[in-house]
């Protein structure tokens, strides 16, 4: 789950990292009222999910009330797309900050290595750009450590991190002190990505977290009521949000053809031979291991909320999950729902000779049967183009 920037920095201003000044403003009167408490200047910034936000205009200086009005009923409301094409994602929110003046600006991170099962600290004196900038440009100005997944970061290795990304003085006790306490509430808060960029020098010789960026693993989140509003408000579309509400692992693509399958290995090689046969896929829905009927009701009924799909792909592997019941659901869920669009099936390994024969027996029009996986990608994407 990512939260949104404020998120971020409520949770670090909760585990004592320093944060700017800011309120959280879902509308222009708000943004006033916090810009006055506040006092000038200060950051308009849009709560997107998405980075990029500056260049898009989400974030603008108000050096007074008017100002912070004129920007705050811009950015409300308008749409953001990221910069690899991500979105658009709409502002229906604000974060209002004090201004920071910056002496110096660096990048630090902490993210889960999952090829290597540990966190990774990484450190730049080079702030204000993405990592992979800072990696193409001056590959040694990223410094990358592995921590401990026992003991944690201590302040000895922060302390030589800092040295070798080449931190000013000034700032070096600072920053180090910080990576300890940037992993120790990774590890607490269960995250898979702490970002911040910039990590800031202010003219008061403070050290402050200007931005956060940062990734909560969803599976933990029984251990973290306090974060269980944020869950709820995530930007999803409609269709993520009823899948989210069933119980179903869904991603909204942006194709014509629903691809349903049990498992995230094998969703995903349908979604590449959808695309080698020419389709383009209107989502990734795993509908997990050992689905019954209900489950493909449910999935069904996610997938045809979706007005561009045209047709629709079921491919499925039974070990856990009895074919049968997937034909069950099939057949249960178009009577349901009135379902008309193609649907393609491909049924193998458990009862799947049982499932077979009870979509056989059903009669439905509307259903084609294909044995391989590529055969049924290449006759669901001539459905769909001629739907």
């Keep these: 789950m990512d939260l949104l920037e404020y998120q971020g920095k409520q949770l670090f201003a909760r585990h004592g990292l320093p944060v700017p000044e800011g309120s959280h403003a879902p509308t222009v009167e708000a943004a006033v009222e916090a810009a006055e408490s506040h006092g000038y200047p200060v950051a308009i ?5 998405i980075g990029g936000r500056g260049k898009a205009g ?5 050096g007074n009330a008017d100002e912070a009005r004129q920007h ?3 950015i409300l409301g308008m749409d953001i797309t990221g910069p690899h094409g991500e979105g658009p994602f709409r502002v229906h929110e604000l974060w209002v900050e004090a201004g920071s003046e910056i002496e110096a600006e660096f990048y630090a991170s902490v993210i889960l290595d999952r090829s290597a099962k540990k966190l990774m600290v990484m450190l730049s004196r080079m702030g204000g750009m993405d990592v992979e900038a800072i990696a193409a440009s001056d590959p040694d100005a990223l410094v990358r450590e592995h921590v401990d997944p026992i003991a944690g970061l201590d302040a000895g290795t922060a302390e030589a991190i800092v040295a070798r990304a ?5 700032a070096a006790d600072q920053v180090a002190a910080m990576l300890v306490q940037l992993v120790a509430t990774a590890r607490a808060e269960d995250a898979t990505l702490i970002e911040v960029n910039p990590l ?5 010789g403070e050290v402050v977290l200007l931005d956060a960026k940062v990734t909560i693993d969803g599976n933990s989140l029984f251990r973290h009521p306090e974060l269980a509003e944020a869950a709820a408000g995530e ?14 692992t869904y991603v909204s693509l942006d194709g014509d053809i629903g691809v349903l399958g049990n498992g995230a290995g094998l969703c995903m090689s349908t979604l590449d031979v959808v695309a080698q046969a020419g389709g383009s896929p209107a989502n990734f829905l795993d509908a997990g291991g050992g689905s019954k009927a209900e489950a493909i009701i449910d999935a069904l009924e996610v997938i045809t909320s979706n007005p561009q799909v045209k047709a629709i792909l079921f491919n499925i592997f039974g070990g856990i999950t009895r074919c049968d019941e997937v034909a069950r659901g099939i057949i249960e869920a178009t009577n349901k729902i009135g379902l008309e669009l193609p649907l393609v099936v491909r049924l193998d390994g458990t009862n799947s000779e049982e499932g077979l024969a ?3 027996e059903a009669g439905l029009s509307n259903l084609h049967h294909e044995a391989t996986m590529l055969g ?3 006759r669901v994407v001539e459905l769909a183009a001629t739907n």
Aim: proline share 2%; aromatic share 0%; glycine share 6%.
């Design 235 to 248: 930007d999803l579309d409609e269709q993520e949000k009823m899948a989210k509400e069933r119980g179903l």
């Design 200 to 204: 800031i020098l202010n003219r008061a």
């Design 166 to 170: 080449q931190i000013p003085a000034e």
């Design 376 to 378: 049924a990608a290449k």
């Design 58 to 62: 989400g974030i603008k200086l108000a």
């Design 45 to 49: 910034k849009a709560q997107v999910l």
């Design 358 to 360: 009870l979509l056989g």
């Design 72 to 74: 705050a009923e811009a």
